[in-house]
């Protein structure tokens, strides 16, 4: 089996999670920008976390034979600090870097006026710079917010075969796939979606333009949720093919659109160079 998670936050992963997911098929990720949990004070700091998503973590990652790439936004669960909003100012520099494959995420945490316009703006860039978006939908009142979305997408004219609409569950996948927008999917270990209610929908809605990731972070979550949902495809009937078309070929297909995925294959470092370089303090 070969997994492309197209959602997933390594930084706050460790190298056995690396190894474990080389082991469990994972040959390529694509990290997002979003929330550390604790809140960011100045735009510098998330200077830093972009560059760590475009230098160390994809570093990081081809030790290990994975793919590493990434999302650049200003996320909406700090889209209303003032003290981040300077981070729009930073957000189309690193849109114009190779390892880049999107704007995102971006969207909504609780529908704010200050979520709106830092969501349209974000869009507007996407739209500028070509790139394909990755929309965020909130954990409260998700059907509320994914029709909002859907609206905010709409009028920023952007294709919907361009934009990724994340974290849905059975309320909102008809109405995403209506649109002609890409449909993602988070499998969690215990709330939200998990890999059964996974293939009832790939059952009923079919596998085009369905996106699985793990949405691993800092929270509990397991990083091998993409190849349970392989798993489970298979023991309900699905074909080999069925799930390379939801776990590579679907994947590779959206953010291929940026024009800069790089999925030559890489072996996992002989010998792990991650352990020679010397640690500060
Ligand atoms: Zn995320």
Redesign the pocket.
């Known amino acids: 089996m070969r997994i492309f998670d197209p959602?997933?936050?390594m930084t706050s992963r460790t190298t056995d999670d690396y190894e474990a997911m080389y082991t469990a098929g994972v040959r390529a990720v694509v990290e997002?920008a979003?929330w550390l949990g604790q809140p960011r004070t100045s735009p510098d700091t998330f200077a830093d976390y972009f560059d760590s998503l475009l230098g160390w973590e994809p570093y990081r990652a081809s030790q290990f034979g994975i793919r590493h790439h990434c999302t650049i936004a200003l996320n909406p669960k700090e889209a209303g600090d003032p003290r981040c909003r300077p981070v729009l100012d930073l957000v189309p520099r690193y849109l114009a870097k190779d390892g880049v494959v999107a704007v995102g995420?971006v969207g909504y945490d609780s529908m704010t006026p200050d979520e709106d316009e830092v969501f349209a703006v974000q869009l507007e860039m996407a739209r500028d710079v070509g790139l394909p978006v990755l929309v965020?939908t909130p954990h409260r009142d998700k059907a509320a917010g994914t029709r909002r979305s859907l609206d905010v997408v709409r009028e920023s004219g952007l294709p919907p075969e361009r934009v990724l609409i994340?974290?849905l569950n059975e309320p909102t996948v008809a109405m995403v796939k209506e649109s002609g927008c890409w449909m993602g999917f988070?499998v969690y270990p215990d709330t939200k979606m998990d890999e059964d209610r996974m293939v009832r929908i790939l059952k009923e809605y079919g596998t085009e333009r369905m996106l699985v990731n793990s949405?691993a972070?800092w929270g509990r979550s397991d990083p091998l949720k993409t190849r349970r949902v392989g798993e489970a495809m298979l023991a309900a009937g699905f074909t080999e093919v069925d799930v390379d078309t939801v776990l590579w070929d679907n994947p590779v297909a959206f953010y291929g659109q940026s024009g800069r995925l790089d999925l030559a294959e890489t072996e996992p470092a002989a010998f792990y160079a991650g352990n020679t370089i010397k640690r500060g303090g």
């Open positions: 959602h997933i936050h997002p979003f995420e965020h994340d974290h988070s949405a972070d």
